[in-house]
Each structure stands twice: as structure tokens, then as C-alpha cells.
């Protein structure tokens, strides 16, 4: 796996905070998911939540 940079995920209105709140969330999402589905996951929730991000599947939206 390469190294990600915190900077290279989060857009100029984005906080690290609202990155590390929305990785988790998702994770969570993910695993739940595979849970009743009855999938036994490859790969961490984390890892798989953060590509989703890189990837542009998801937005932070924080409010203020």
C-alpha cells in the first residue's frame, strides 16, 4: 500500500478532524454491511473506507 498524504485527501474547507470522523463512520458502514451480509472482508474497513475517499465515492460535509 502506498503512503497517503492527510493533505492530499482533504480540500481546501475540509478539516482533519471531519476526514478522521468520516473515515471511521464509514469504516463502521462498511463492516455492519458485511456483517449481515456475511462477508468476510480481504482487506481493513479503514483501508477500503480511505480509497473511497481518494476515490471521489464520498464527500465530508461539515457543519457549522
Not at 498524504?5 to 462498511?30: F, G, H, P, T
Not at 481493513?44 to 471521489?56: H, L, Q, R, Y
Request: charged residues 40%; hydrophobic residues 45%; proline residues 2%.
Amino acid at each position: 500500500m502506498r503512503k497517503l498524504c492527510v493533505k492530499d485527501m482533504l480540500d481546501a474547507k475540509s478539516s482533519r478532524y471531519a476526514l478522521v470522523i468520516a473515515v471511521a463512520k464509514r469504516a463502521r458502514e462498511i463492516t455492519d454491511e458485511a456483517n449481515d451480509k456475511g462477508i468476510i472482508l480481504e482487506e481493513k474497513p479503514v483501508n477500503i473506507a480511505i480509497k473511497e475517499f481518494i476515490d471521489g465515492k464520498f464527500d465530508i460535509i461539515e457543519n457549522i
